[in-house]
């Protein structure tokens, strides 16, 4: 049996964009909100959205750059007030606008698992590994996600960007979690699709460093892993 992850006794994931379809979960959210901001506001909002979003109409992807990627709810809520008053939209008017247009993306219907993710974590298990996740969503969407996904059972521990720990690129949420499971880092694999995820695991001292083709990340992005794989499926155990 071949094994990525020798020597690996927990697999930190992120989230969207490695699990499950990122574009499917925030392409659709990113027009709908612009939408709404321009009916709320009257002004064309749209094109100065999706371009601190980073967010590629024609093509209904985000890029790494943008705002979209790995940058936490509540950042990218104070990131579109501030889209709102560059555009000439009163303080009161754009909070208005806001209350009316912020809906987080419907995380049960929304989401796509990318890979059997069942077979994949109880895999990962089977082998003697634990499993976390490492996600730039906030914490009452992700707990609604895993158990929509049937794997909450699978997950040792979740950090999310609401639960008071530095967001990606910082190391903390690896440091984090690998304290909650008693894990040095360099026992631990960090496995995400964009730049920050990477950079989160190597300054964290993982041991392992794995890129995803599945997500945002170019391969230039991930050419900063130590693995690139097309998939997670790429993480369990496989004969030679």
Known sequence: MTDPLADIRLVIFDKDGTLIDFHAMWSGWVETLADDLELATGRP??????????????????HTGGGLVSTPMARLRDRTARVLAAAGVAPEAAEAALRTAWQAPD???LAHPLVDLPRLLGGLHA???????ATSDDRA????????LGIA?????????????????????????CR??????????????????????????????????????????LAA????????VGLIPTDP
């Open 127 to 133: 082998a003697g590994r634990r499993c976390a996740i």
């Open 141 to 148: 969407p992700t707990e609604r996600t895993l158990e929509a």
């Open 45 to 62: 909002i749209r094109a100065p959205v999706f371009a601190m979003m980073g967010y590629d109409a024609a093509t209904g992807r985000a």
């Open 225 to 232: 892993a130590d693995l690139v794989l097309d998939s997670v």
């Open 107 to 109: 995380p049960v219907t």
């Open 153 to 177: 059972h699978l997950v040792d521990v979740v950090v999310c960007a609401d639960d008071g720990v530095a967001a990606k690129p910082a190391p903390d949420m690896v440091t984090h979690l």
């Open 180 to 221: 909650q499971l008693s894990v040095d880092p360099a026992e631990t694999a960090v496995v995400g699709d964009s730049p920050a995820d990477l950079a989160m695991g190597r300054s964290a001292g993982a041991g392992l460093v794995v890129g995803v083709r599945t997500g945002v990340g170019t391969e230039r992005d």
